[in-house]
Each structure stands twice: as C-alpha cells, then as structure tokens.
C-alpha cells in the first residue's frame, strides 16, 4: 500500500505524463486538454463533452469520469502504473475513451 506521500508523487508523475502525451495527441485530433488543481480535463466541441481525471488521495485511486461511467484505476508495483481491473493502464485506457468520443484512433 502507498503512503499519502508516495501516492501523491506517482499520481502526480502520473497525470504529468499523461497530459504531455495528451497535448501531442490534442496537436493533431480536436479536443482540449487542461489541468488545473490536480486534475485533468479533455474536452471535446462536437458534441460538447469532457472527461475528468483526478487522484482520489482517501483510497489512492486515480479516478476519470468518461462518457458517462466512471473508472477507478489501483496503483500496481509490478508495472509501476495505475490500472484499471481489465489490465489496460491510464495512458491506454484514455486513449480507447478518446479514440471512441472522437472515432478515430489515438495512442497515447
């Protein structure tokens, strides 16, 4: 189990690397992204939708709220990443959230 502190500086790290991968990927699709208080919003013109992802520091969880669900990702040591409990880690499991909203495909 991660300490608040540990927690705090993988999520961190984690959200950091995402909204760089993100940017890239905002360069060439047509969506937003933005990161304001530790969390991290995609928003997209057409149709008028966003996606939030933020650390949930309570249960050390990074939480995105997406295409009306919710998605609950565990920090895993043996991949150093946050996964989601069908194995895709954050950075595929928003790229197939992005890729759906926008129909085309995006790796991040």
């Known amino acids: 189990m ?3 502190q540990q927690f705090h ?5 984690a959200l950091a690397a995402l909204e760089r991968e993100l940017q890239k990927a905002a360069e060439r699709h047509d969506f937003e992204v933005d990161r304001n208080q530790g969390a991290l919003t ?3 013109e057409d149709p008028r939708t966003k996606f939030v992802v933020s650390p949930n520091s309570p249960v050390k969880q990074i939480w995105i ?3 009306v669900k919710s998605f609950k990702l565990d920090w895993n040591s043996a991949s150093n990443s946050f996964v989601f ?3 895709r880690n954050l950075h595929k499991l928003v790229g197939d959230l992005v890729s759906e909203q926008i ?3 995006v790796s991040l």
């Open 2 to 4: 991660l300490s608040d």
């Open 9 to 13: 500086s993988v999520s961190d790290s």
């Open 65 to 67: 709220s997406a295409r």
């Open 42 to 44: 995609i928003e997209f």
């Open 85 to 87: 409990e069908d194995g």
């Open 103 to 105: 129909g085309e495909a």
